[in-house]
């Protein structure tokens, strides 16, 4: 499911109730040459555990949330909607507003991208007020296992990545002679 342009937008059906959701750290891109990786450790920062913690690249926790897209022609397709805490927020509000003893995967929701570049929000509405719980099709899907599509890291790996990573935060900004002076 991409949302690329301000006013996309898709309908999903979220797969799975929150409390199976999958949520891990990951280290962030940086300087866009080190690759996003994920955290070794599934907590709080440690050095001990983590070459990319005990270098203090930054890191945030990510969330991934199985839907299907209403309306595709793949009917076995699951889509895994990633969110930091900003956009997931958005979620938490509407699983609040749902009515008494019913969970998320009981409706339809449409999901719109607002705005462009990293200043963009995914706004989530409801499409239905009464529950609908998921059809045998829904339930049948096969859920990605997040946990091995996105695996921590070889120690080696992580070791150089945090080295990458060392070197690019100390290394004093490059300007090329041609970005000195303004072009306008």
Known sequence: MKLKKDGDFAEVRVLQPEDEWVSLFIHQMF???IKATR????????????????QDA??????????????????????????GRDNLSE????????????N????????????????????WVRLSTAPDELSAGHK???IPDIE??????EQEQIDVRAKQYA??????????KSDAKSRF
């Not at 091995?148 to 890291?153: F, M, S, Y």
Request: hydrophobic content about 40%; aromatic content about 6%; proline content about 6%.
């Open 167 to 176: 070197q690019a935060s100390t290394a004093a900004p490059v300007v090329a």
């Open 58 to 83: 930054p890191r945030s926790l990510r969330t991934y949330i199985p839907v299907r897209v209403r309306g595709e022609d793949d009917m076995t397709k699951v889509h895994v909607i990633e969110y």
């Open 140 to 142: 049948a899907l096969v």
């Open 31 to 33: 300087n866009q040459k």
């Open 104 to 123: 998320i995967t009981e409706f339809d929701f449409k999901v719109k991208r607002k705005g462009t570049g990293t200043d963009t929000i995914y706004k």
């Open 91 to 102: 979620v938490i509000n509407q699983i609040e507003e749902l009515p008494e003893g019913s």
């Open 39 to 54: 955290c070794a450790s599934d907590k709080e920062r440690d050095i001990a555990l983590c070459a990319l913690c005990a």
């Open 148 to 153: 091995a599509l996105i695996p921590v890291p």
